[in-house]
């Protein structure tokens, strides 16, 4: 059983920085990539960042230059770097781990860019 647990999220002024952590259950290095996806209230959920097994990075064009994911195998979790926060950042974030064709899904972390 894969567990993906969020952490990190708050209430931020825009401009600010945040870090979410996703922490796994076992070893990250079993899964081909992982992720964070974005969900605002009444829209679908995007992607916002992927990092694969062996480091490679891709971000949407929106967060490109502002956010940088990060793994560290040690401690079993990937990181999102949020800088220069926007209120149309503003959604529940999601951690999401992929093995095979198995989605895994964290339980979300709630991100408000907001003065």
């Known amino acids: 059983q894969v567990q993906l647990v969020e952490s990190g999220g708050g209430l931020v002024q825009p401009g600010g920085s945040l870090r979410l952590s996703c922490a796994a259950s076992g070893s990250i290095s079993r899964f081909t990539n992982m992720g964070w996806y974005l969900q605002a209230p009444g829209k679908q959920r995007d992607m916002v960042a992927l990092?694969?097994?062996?480091?490679?990075?891709n971000y949407a064009d929106s967060v490109k230059g502002r956010f940088t994911i990060s793994r560290d195998n040690a401690k079993n979790t990937v990181y999102l770097q949020m800088n220069s926060l926007k209120p149309e950042d503003t959604a529940v974030y999601y951690c999401?781990?992929?093995?095979?064709?198995?989605?895994?899904w964290g339980q979300g972390t709630q991100v408000t860019v907001s003065s």
């Open positions: 999401r781990a992929r093995k095979g064709l198995t989605n895994y």
């Open positions: 990092i694969t097994n062996g480091g490679t990075t």
